[in-house]
C-alpha cells in the first residue's frame, strides 16, 4: 500500500480547516445515498449521526456569515476541525489505516485553519464578508465532494 492511499484523508483534512463541518456532512451524504468508503464508519452509520452531521453542516454555511461568527482559530473552533478532520480522516483511509488517516486528516486541519483564515480575512476586505463567505462555501464543498469521490474510486 502506497501513501498515495492515505491522500483523501490529508485532502478532507484541508476541507475540514475552512469548514469544520463539511467533511462529516459529506460523507453523510454519500452514507445516505447508500455509496461506500474505504475505512470504517463507527459513528457516521448511525441514522442521528448522519442527520446531525448534515444538520451541522448546513448551520455552519449559514452561521458563517453572520458579522458575529467567530474565528475557525478559536479554541472550540479548532476543536471542531480536530473532531471532523480526525472522523472524516478514519473513514476515508483504507481499512486497517484508519488511525493513519485520521492523524494525516487531523495533522492538516490545524496548522491550514490558520491559513485559511488569513486568505477569508484577505478576501473579506476585497469583496465583503457574505460575498467571500459563498465563495468559500462553493469552493470548499466541491473539494468536499471531490475528495471523496477520490476516496470513494481507489476503494475499487
Known sequence: MTYFALLPSLLIGAVASARSMTPMATIAM???????????????????????????????????????????TVFLGLLARVMSAGIAG????????????AALAVATAVP??????????????AVGQTESGLIEDALVMAAGAAVVTLAMRSKR
Not at 112 to 118: D, E, I, P, W
Open 90 to 101: 478514519a473513514a476515508l483511509a483504507p481499512r486497517g489505516r484508519e488511525k493513519a488517516g
Open 30 to 72: 454519500v452514507r445516505q445515498a447508500g455509496g461506500k468508503l474505504p475505512g470504517r464508519l463507527v459513528l457516521l452509520d448511525h441514522p442521528l449521526f448522519k442527520l446531525g452531521a448534515l444538520a451541522m453542516g448546513a448551520g455552519e454555511l449559514l452561521g458563517d456569515k453572520m458579522k458575529s461568527a467567530p474565528d475557525r
Open 112 to 125: 491550514l485553519a490558520y491559513a485559511t483564515l488569513a486568505g477569508r480575512k484577505r478576501a473579506m476586505t
